[in-house]
């Protein structure tokens, strides 16, 4: 009898009845568990470590600073630095008031930023409500020219700038330091892109009930756009908060020195023996910052992703 013979009254048994009744039963493969679950988990094992060392290249210079405004000025400037401090010296916070009148940057830098802030919002909102929403000639050339200007450098206007200010009398006062900042050329962009996706309806139905273009932009788009309104405010805070090298152009005088000019003052006093109270006055001048961004980081990212879109 041949192979096929013998395995001809099975013919239409399924495959396991067959075996058994042969009597020839297959041998499973062995699994590779461990191989199967690495090949699953490794992409996330991946994504962990690179942003794992993405928060310690990132993160461990603020920790660094942190950590060296508590030491003495022979132990922060030590080779090999030493991680933690021996001692603890709270006091160097009281000392950076001493040293230089951070209280005064503190407030300079306050009605800057919030002046700032405030003006750019208002700005921003009817500009990109102008863009996305009305028509006149010419307005799409004037957008590209707008997001254009975005790639030209600051250092490529601010002399002219500084010069134009110097004319004006402005070097030197609030109205220097806060006024030239006002357009913001991303704000509209971010705005624009809003209110381009914002509901037509809504505005349509204001404008059958006579509402002007002031009304409609002011009483109806605006309110709905306050996640907007309110994650821009943070990011345009941040950067006026920051704006160094504007700030240490216009500002000459101690009486309108911000945070960030201020630190200049600890850098220059005694470099040598006042590092400590540097890493200081920079944790201070950075603390305000990055509390507000803690606690608005969702919102901007949200808004960066709604006005991107």
Do not use: C
Request: proline share 6%.
């Amino acid at each position: 009898m041949t192979h096929f013979e013998a395995d001809a009254p099975f013919a239409g048994a399924p495959r396991a009845s067959r075996q058994l009744a042969t009597g020839t039963v297959a041998v499973p493969r062995r699994k590779r568990p461990f191989r199967a679950r690495w090949r699953k988990t490794s992409p996330a094992v991946l994504r962990h470590v690179i942003l794992i060392v993405a928060v310690v290249l990132f993160f461990g210079p603020f920790l660094w600073m942190v950590l060296t405004s508590f030491k003495s000025s022979a132990e922060a400037l030590a080779f090999p630095p030493s991680f933690l401090p021996r001692e603890w010296r709270f006091d160097n916070y009281t000392k950076v008031f001493d040293v230089a009148p951070f209280g005064i940057y503190y407030l300079n830098s306050t009605i800057v930023a919030v002046l700032t802030t405030a003006g750019q919002i208002i700005t921003s909102l009817a500009a990109g409500f102008a863009f996305s929403r009305l028509h006149f000639p010419g307005k799409n050339v004037v957008f590209v020219i707008l997001l254009a200007a975005l790639l030209v450098p600051f250092e490529v206007v601010f002399t002219p700038l500084v010069s134009l200010l110097s004319s004006l009398g402005w070097l030197d006062s609030y109205q220097g330091l806060i006024v030239p900042n006002i357009p913001s050329i991303l704000g509209v962009f971010l705005f624009r892109q809003f209110f381009t996706s914002f509901p037509a309806e809504i505005e349509d139905a204001s404008r059958v009930d006579g509402a002007g273009v002031w009304r409609r932009m002011w009483s109806v788009v605006a309110p709905m756009a306050t996640p907007m309104i309110g994650s821009f405010a943070v990011l345009s805070f941040v950067y006026n908060w920051n704006n160094f090298f504007f700030q240490f152009l216009v500002a000459t005088k101690t009486e309108f020195f911000t945070v960030s000019v201020g630190l200049t003052q600890l850098q220059s006093a005694n470099a040598a023996e006042s590092f400590n109270l540097l890493m200081a006055g920079s944790t201070l001048a950075i603390l305000p910052v990055f509390i507000v961004f803690l606690i608005f980081q969702k919102q901007i990212v949200s808004a960066m992703a709604g006005g991107l879109r």
